[in-house]
């Protein structure tokens, strides 16, 4: 098992330094310019050649990189050129942010999409499988922008019970999360980011739950005796290796954080972050935020093939 | 005298919280930064530059019926050195203090030029340099006379120095030294001399300030009794923002908001202010060198067409400057007729006329590019031309626009709004030989004689009545000459809840907050 771990670890080096590279490589193919946004929109090509030079963009890109991978060995993202913060505070408190909505959109977009999946699955071709199939399908079409513009206009404009945007009240300084001043400004963008997870991860279940009741052990259950919520008891289990892969992928699309749904909700996650420092072409930012994100997932996908090993051995052995 | 006593005190408490808090939502996509000259546009300057800090000259933003002009500001006054035409003395006001405690004096004049300019100095700041530097092209030094008399010298006589040094904005020394030049930490815990102090800030949601009750001009110090500002790019946020009175006041709400804004009764206020939505155009290469074809595209346009389909959120721009300028004068005013169009590209042998013009998906002051952008390509090919648009993010398009015709010789017009607050904003940056591309604004390359001797004649030109006469003239000739397609002046609408009280709208990009209360 240790050397499993390992050998997975050892994969996440090369996919991190490629990520950086191609991160990199997008940024300056990309037209535009990091000190583009910055300057005063008086101010002349003239002027931002001398700006930089003091930045140090001048510099040839490789040189640029490897001096950037360089203080990146040695935990220095770089300074935010918008902001002038350090880009490990920006990318940290982002981070921080939008785990903040994970906390609550991973278990409620799981447990209802699992939940509703098993349900289908277990009856399929009923009314039952036919409704749920049907909410999962507007779930994933419904644009979670969208989504999140009317819960605005229903829970905030109309009927005022709720937050329009933002992460807390005036005066305060953090999120307090025991209090409802504060969090009530996560329930719409919570329930919104947790749409498209619900509906992929109740078709996904819905599928896996329905292959496996047609495997021949579900029969020989049946013939041995075994209740039928013994047998559903089994056939989830079985079917799980194949649902957590897909929530592994799920965590970290919400773990990364939605640039649409924190734009909406101007929730200072992550996705909001990245959005910036891409219109910005803020490149320490956008290299820190994306080396980051990955890792992150490279770690998710490590945890869950790890998961999908201790439930499933032959997954190791293979 | 119980009772007495119970009512005063109630009363009391009503006043202090008279004020209220002010909520506003920008539409910037971040806090504007808070070490001296801000970020974020003029919208930077609007709500946090002038707010926090003063400039040596300020604008006059007290009266909305007129177009803004400069005034004092930590100079009483200024006038040319009579021995030297490139020596301008500044009068520095006293008494004042910056929000630390310290005294500013002539010592922090100095000081802050070399803190935006001098990179060998610790005071240097590169992000300062960045902002500053357009409006300091012409600057060559400073030095104090006394302790309230300093002395700028530009490079080339310039009249117009007095409306470039109102875009510098003057921080504390004192804590810059207490921070030991550390601009992280000064950001936190900014001073300036401004009607508002730095409270705090929560990094990317809001900075919250409060007024400075020792502000050196009593007519401006706040009367409401917290400002905060929110970031809110997305325009539908903002509009279910004030809906929902999570904030009190936004910034450009769109105009299909605007009917939903004032059903709920919301105030709708607007004012034409010094901001064209024009295309430069391109001189050195294409269509656009015939004089004929640049009046062609302006006789094309139907602006009517267009306020319409903006709900009435623009006026027409005939002109590069809008009609209340004082230097406006009598230009020639390119209407609507289609029909001319198509004769005068007869003329100029270019029909079709193939054009291609670079324009932005959004950005600062762009309005509604996309389907402005479209109305105009529509108006264009109906009168003979074939339009090319070719869309990019705002950065991207920044970047072609300061470089310049050189590097993008087949684009043929830029569509980048422009603020025309000061002359040579307003005029001159577009026309001037010696402001070309990629050292001015002159994207397109335009190149006139006259022109040149023109301006060079404004900035030798230090009586105000004389000046103003040659101005005219410029704007005039700029007509003439349709040295852009002039489109629309923006009408700067903001939405705030009936609670707001006291504002009045400037023509002007930056706005006087300090008169602002809220109504229980």
């Known amino acids: 098992m240790m050397f499993y771990i390992l050998r997975r670890i050892l994969y996440a080096i090369p996919i991190a330094f490629g990520v950086s590279v191609v991160c990199f490589a997008l940024v300056y193919i990309a037209p535009g310019d990091p000190l583009q946004t910055v300057m005063p929109p008086d101010a002349t090509a003239e002027t931002i050649e001398i700006v930089k030079k003091a930045y140090g963009f001048d510099k040839p890109l490789p040189m640029q990189f490897l001096i950037w991978l360089g203080r990146v060995l040695t935990g220095d993202l770089g300074m935010s050129i918008s902001t002038r913060r350090p880009v490990i505070l920006e990318v940290s408190e982002a981070l921080a942010n939008t785990s903040l909505l994970a906390l609550f959109a991973v278990p409620l977009a799981f447990l209802t999409g699992y939940v509703m999946g098993a349900i289908a699955g277990s009856f399929p071709g009923r009314w039952i499988d036919r409704l749920v199939t049907g909410t999962a399908v507007v779930g994933v079409s419904l644009p979670n922008y969208w989504l999140g513009i009317v819960l605005v206009i229903f829970f905030a404009v109309e009927y005022m019970l709720l937050p329009a945007t933002g992460m807390g009240p005036n005066g305060s300084t953090g999120f307090h999360i025991l209090e409802w001043s504060s969090a009530k400004f996560l329930v719409l963008p919570v329930i919104t980011l947790s749409m498209i997870p619900v509906g992929i991860l109740s078709r996904t279940t819905r599928a896996a739950v329905a292959e496996v009741r047609n495997q021949d052990f579900v029969q020989t259950l049946r013939a041995k005796g075994l209740s039928e919520w013994a047998v559903t008891r089994h056939v989830l289990k079985n079917s799980l290796p194949q649902v957590l892969a897909v929530m592994g992928l799920q965590f970290g699309y919400l773990i990364g954080g939605s640039i649409l749904v924190e734009t909406v909700f101007t929730w200072p996650g992550s996705g909001f972050l990245l959005s910036k420092a891409i219109i910005n072409r803020d490149v320490p930012v956008l290299q820190g935020t994306i080396l980051t994100l990955s890792l992150v997932f490279v770690a998710t996908n490590l945890v869950i093939d790890l998961l999908q090993s201790l439930i499933d051995p032959r997954i190791r052995r293979a | ?18 004020g209220g808090t002010l909520t506003v939502g920008m539409t910037a996509g971040d806090l504007p930064i808070t070490t001296g000259n801000p970020d974020q546009g003029f919208e930077g300057y609007r709500f946090v530059g002038f707010n926090l800090y003063d400039s040596l000259i300020l604008w006059d933003l007290s009266n909305g019926d007129k177009a803004t002009d400069i005034k004092p500001g930590l100079a009483t006054g200024w006038h040319i050195d009579e021995a030297n035409n ?10 004042v203090k910056w929000h630390d405690g310290c005294d500013f004096t002539a ?25 500053a530097r357009s409006y300091l092209g012409n600057y060559a030094k400073v030095e104090k006379i006394d302790d309230h008399t300093v002395a700028f010298e530009t490079k080339v006589p310039d009249s117009l120095w007095p409306y470039e040094i109102s875009y510098v904005l003057m921080i504390s020394p004192c804590r810059a030294k207490e921070v030991k030049y550390n601009w992280v930490d000064y950001a936190q815990r900014p001073s300036g001399t401004g009607p508002y102090k730095f409270d705090k800030a929560v990094p990317h949601q809001r900075m919250e300030l409060v007024p400075n009750a020792a502000y050196w001009d009593k007519a401006r110090v706040p009367k409401q009794d917290r400002l905060v500002l929110v970031p809110m790019p997305e325009a539908s946020t903002r509009t279910a923002a004030l809906l929902s009175g999570q904030v009190d006041w936004i910034e450009a709400p769109s105009p299909d908001a605007i009917d939903r804004l004032k059903g709920a009764g919301m105030q709708i206020v607007t004012r034409i202010y010094p901001h064209n939505w024009t295309y430069q155009l391109n001189f050195a290469k294409g269509p656009f060198a015939d004089k004929r074809v640049r ?26 400057v809008p009609p209340s300028t004082p230097y406006y004068g009598n230009p020639r005013l390119y209407k609507a ?5 198509k004769a005068l590209l007869t003329e100029a042998g270019c029909l079709p006329c193939n054009v291609t013009l670079a324009i932005s998906t959004s950005g600062s002051g762009q309005m509604q590019p996309l ?36 590097k993008h010789p087949d684009v043929n017009a830029i569509n980048v709004s422009r603020q025309t607050q000061d002359p040579f904003n307003a005029l001159i940056r577009h026309v001037w030989t010696d402001a070309w591309a990629p050292k ?14 023109l301006t060079e004649d404004i900035f030798a030109e230090f009586d105000t009545a004389k000046r103003l006469q040659l101005l005219t003239k410029l704007n005039e000739t700029m007509n003439e000459e349709a040295a852009l397609i002039f489109v629309a002046h923006d009408l700067n609408p903001r939405a705030m809840s009936p609670k ?21």
Not at chain 2, 1 to 18: G, H, K, N, R
Not at chain 2, 296 to 316: H, P, S, T, V, W
Not at chain 2, 500 to 520: C, E, I, R, Y
């Open chain 2, 1 to 18: 005298m119980a009772l007495a006593f119970a009512a005063m005190t109630a009363l009391a408490a009503v006043a202090a919280e008279a």
């Open chain 2, 86 to 95: 490139k020596r301008w003395i500044f009068t520095l006001r006293q008494g």
């Open chain 2, 107 to 131: 010592d922090d004049v100095v000081w802050n030029m070399s803190h935006s300019t001098n990179e060998k100095v610790p005071e240097f700041d590169p992000s300062q340099f960045a902002q």
């Open chain 2, 295 to 320: 009046q062609a595209a302006n006789y094309a346009l139907n602006r009517e067409d267009m306020k319409e389909m903006l709900n009435g959120l623009m006026l027409e721009g005939y002109s590069t």
């Open chain 2, 337 to 341: 007729d289609p029909a001319k169009a």
């Open chain 2, 371 to 406: 389907p402005m952008n479209e109305l105009v390509k529509s108006n264009m090919d109906a009168a003979g031309f074939e339009v090319t648009l070719q869309p990019m993010d705002w950065n991207a398009l920044l970047q072609v626009t300061r470089e310049g015709v050189g």
């Open chain 2, 440 to 453: 001015g604004s002159n994207w397109g390359h335009y190149s006139n004689p006259a022109v040149d001797k």
């Open chain 2, 500 to 520: 707001v009280k006291g504002f009045v709208q400037a023509q002007s990009w930056f706005q006087d907050l300090t008169p602002v209360t809220l109504s229980p």
